[in-house]
C-alpha cells in the first residue's frame, strides 16, 4: 500500500478556500486516491475519490497531476463547521482474493477560525 | 436509507473481562470492516468480513476476533479486556469491499477499560 504524507494542521478563515496536498510517491497504476473527513467523536466520512486528473462534487474538488504523485483536496469557502481532521487514502480498488481495508494516515487537522 | 448502526456507543469495563461489540451495516452491504481509533495510533484496520467469511485481518492479538452474520451485521469481540483496549472502535459498511466505492461508518462505540 502507498504510503501517504499530509500537514498535521492547517489553519484557515472562514470564507477562505483550502487546498489541503496529499503525497504519494509510491502510488500503484491501480490505486485510487479517496479523502475522507472525520469530526471528533464520530466516523470518518467519505468526501471524494478520483483515479486521475480533477472530480468535483457539491462539497469538493480533487486535482491529481499527470504523474499522481500527490494529489490536492481543495474545500471552496470553508466554514467553521469544516474543522475537522482529513485523511487522504490511497490503495487499489480490489485485490482478489480479498485483502480490503481502509489505510488511515495521520490526517490533516484543519482549523477554521472566524 | 438507514445509516451503519453500531451499539452500544459507550461502554466501560473492567480489565480482564470481554466486550461484543455490534455493527449493523446499510441494507444491501456485504463488507463490514472494523477500525480501532487511539489518539497515539490513529485508525488502525481489525478486521473485513464479507458474506460471513473473514477476509482480511489486522495486526491485532487473536484477543480481537469478529463473525458476520447472514444478514451481514456484525459482531466484534474482544476477551481479557486491557487498558490499552481503550479505544472508539468503528465499523464500516460498503457495497462489495472495493477501495475505488464509497465506505460509510457508524459513529462508533467508545469502550474504557479500568
New interface residues.
Given amino acids: 500500500l502507498a504510503k501517504t504524507t499530509q500537514p498535521i494542521s492547517m489553519d484557515s478563515y472562514e470564507g477562505q478556500e483550502v487546498n489541503i496536498t496529499c503525497s504519494h510517491n509510491n502510488i500503484a497504476t491501480n490505486d ?1 486516491i ?1 479523502w475522507y473527513q472525520q469530526f471528533p ?6 468526501i471524494i ?1 478520483g483515479y486521475k486528473t480533477k472530480v468535483t462534487n457539491e462539497v469538493a474538488s480533487l486535482f491529481i497531476p499527470a504523474d499522481r504523485k500527490s494529489s490536492t483536496l481543495s474545500l471552496p469557502r470553508v466554514s467553521l463547521s469544516d474543522t475537522a481532521v482529513y ?1 487522504c ?1 490511497v ?4 485485490s482478489g ?11 490533516t487537522k484543519l482549523s477554521v477560525i472566524p | 436509507k438507514a445509516g ?1 448502526t453500531q451499539t452500544p456507543r459507550y461502554l466501560i469495563k473492567t480489565r480482564g473481562q470481554q466486550v461484543t461489540l455490534s455493527c449493523s451495516p446499510i441494507s444491501g452491504h456485504r ?1 463490514v ?1 472494523w ?1 480501532q481509533q487511539t489518539p497515539g495510533q ?4 481489525l478486521f ?1 468480513y ?1 458474506s460471513e467469511t473473514q ?2 485481518k ?1 495486526n491485532f492479538p487473536g484477543r480481537f476476533s469478529g463473525r458476520q452474520f447472514s444478514n451481514s451485521r456484525s459482531e466484534m469481540n474482544v476477551s481479557t479486556l486491557e487498558l490499552g483496549d481503550s479505544a ?1 472502535y ?1 465499523c ?1 459498511s460498503s457495497l ?5 466505492t ?7 462505540t ?1 469502550l474504557t477499560v479500568v
Avoid: H, I
Avoid at chain 1, 482474493?97 to 490526517?107: E, I, N, R
Avoid at chain 2, 462489495?96 to 475505488?100: L, Q, S
Avoid at chain 2, 464509497?102 to 462508533?108: I, K, L, N, S
Fill in positions: 485510487y479517496t467523536s464520530q466516523g470518518p466520512r467519505f475519490q485523511y487514502l490503495g487499489p480498488a480490489y482474493a480479498g485483502s480490503y481495508q481502509l489505510t488511515f494516515g495521520k490526517g | 451503519v463488507s470492516s477500525y490513529g485508525l488502525q484496520f473485513e464479507f477476509r482480511n489486522g472508539l468503528l464500516a462489495e469491499g472495493r477501495t475505488d464509497e465506505a460509510f461508518f457508524g459513529q462508533g467508545r
